[in-house]
């Protein structure tokens, strides 16, 4: 029997040996990277796109280009889509990130002929339908009145023009008149400049098969698509951040307050960016952190309360999230204020510093158990232009990293006078 009363003892994982994809270049010049694991007849298709909110001429014109893509093509209409793929047991996901977009097909192995059918015709010709349009922007536009509504949702919204200003990607910012803006002509043009084969990558995983990897090549290898050839130039953007330590929006009727406190700190290619994410880890990153331990445990100032890193092509946002009763959102401040003091001036405690470690190393582990998730991991290395020896860099990096280096990390990236506080809720009397 097992003994409950003791802890299990704790195994440091060896060297994760990160399995590396299969690649090669299809005849019309699309790279195709293939991750061969699991023992379950399914296959996930990834059909990357070099064309997200970084290039785009309008605000939502990348994110409805990409949502559109299955309302409706030449070939089927936004039902027939839906009924052949729940026919056949796959699920699509649409996705549109800063540089990239993402279309996701999940397949059993013995009805790929017939799912992969669908997904090419979804990437090649896709015809944006206006009445189709119509109903997806007033699901939308609904969406967006509903989330106004919410504190977080506001105050996430002014940290980020804040910080960023209404000139750089992040901080454009949709309002509801962008949604009537939204027309097919407007998709289109978007469609014709980033969707084609010279902006094209695609990432097969899980169970593949050489018969699955001869289709695939038929459909997106063989022969060039898309009207336009041309790779997007690099767009590069500065953030303009305001002069305001404190910014409050005001919701009359909130019951609690949102809190969101950040600033712009260094991209993931800088070296500091692996050991910075364990500093940040133990601030506010995981349920045992400083932060949680403090303002929730010992104050119970909120029920949760958290610190990460959001990275975007030239920098990254370093923020802090909670929600608390309105009257305790100075208290709240102070404490994340007095953590972030303790970090500066105190070294942490080799034992705190070692269960970051250990929780990160699981982390690390979780996001390698399987082939989706590894062909994530890669996915993630190609779409921020990191070199295939980043995996190896984290690991050493965390393993590495000393209190005396998170001291001078905190006393460097933890700058008190760039933190940016913004609050939503009900203005205090």
Not at 341 to 350: I, S, Y
Request: negative net charge; aromatic residues 10%; charged residues 25%.
């Amino acid at each position: 029997m097992t003994d409950r009363t003791q802890q299990p003892p704790i195994r440091k994982p060896g060297p994760m040996a990160v399995r590396r994809p299969e690649r090669v270049v299809w005849p019309n010049g699309v790279p195709l990277s293939v991750l061969r694991a699991g023992d379950n007849e399914v296959v996930r298709i990834d059909v990357l796109m070099e064309g997200g909110r970084w290039h785009q001429h309008y605000p939502l014109q990348a994110l409805f280009a990409n949502r559109m893509l299955r309302e409706g093509t030449r070939r089927y209409t936004a039902a027939q889509i839906a009924e052949r793929l729940d026919y056949y047991g796959a699920w699509l996901d649409l996705s549109s990130g800063a540089e990239h977009a993402f279309v996701t097909l999940y397949s059993l192995n013995k009805y790929l002929p017939q799912t992969l059918d669908v997904l090419e015709s979804l990437v090649k010709e896709p015809a944006f339908p206006e009445a189709e349009l119509a109903t997806v922007v007033a699901n939308n536009v609904q969406q967006f009145k509903v989330n106004q509504q919410k504190v977080d949702f506001l105050a996430h919204r002014g940290l980020v023009s804040a910080l960023y200003g209404d000139a750089h990607p992040c901080g454009r910012l949709a309002e509801e008149t962008d949604y009537s803006r939204i027309t097919p002509e407007l998709l289109h043009d978007f469609y014709r400049r980033h969707y084609h084969a010279a902006g094209c990558s695609v990432y097969v995983s899980g169970k593949v098969t050489d018969e699955c990897l001869c289709r695939l090549e038929a459909c997106f290898g063989a022969e060039p698509f898309g009207e336009g050839l041309q790779r997007p130039s690099r767009a590069s953007f500065e953030p303009c951040t305001t002069s305001d330590k404190r910014l409050f929006i005001e919701r009359p009727d909130a019951l609690q307050s949102a809190v969101r406190m950040g600033l712009v700190t260094i991209s993931r290619h800088h070296p500091d960016f692996a050991k910075l994410r364990v500093l940040v880890t133990l601030l506010g990153g995981y349920f045992g952190s400083r932060l949680m331990s403090n303002i929730r445990e010992d104050k119970g100032y909120t029920y949760g309360i958290s610190a990460g890193l959001a990275s975007y092509p030239d920098d990254s946002l370093l923020a802090i999230s909670a929600e608390t009763a309105n009257e305790y959102v100075e208290p709240l401040v102070a404490e994340v204020y007095h953590e972030m003091d303790r970090l500066q001036q105190e070294r942490v405690p080799q034992d705190e510093l070692q269960m970051v470690k250990n929780y990160m190393a699981g982390d690390i582990c979780r996001s390698y158990e399987s082939a989706f998730s590894l062909s994530d991991a890669w996915i993630f290395l190609h779409t921020s232009r990191l070199p295939d020896t980043y995996f190896d860099q984290v690991q050493e990096a965390m393993e590495s990293v000393t209190p005396d280096e998170l001291l001078l990390l905190a006393q460097k990236y933890l700058c008190k006078e760039n933190l940016k506080e913004v609050v939503s809720g009900k203005k205090m009397s």
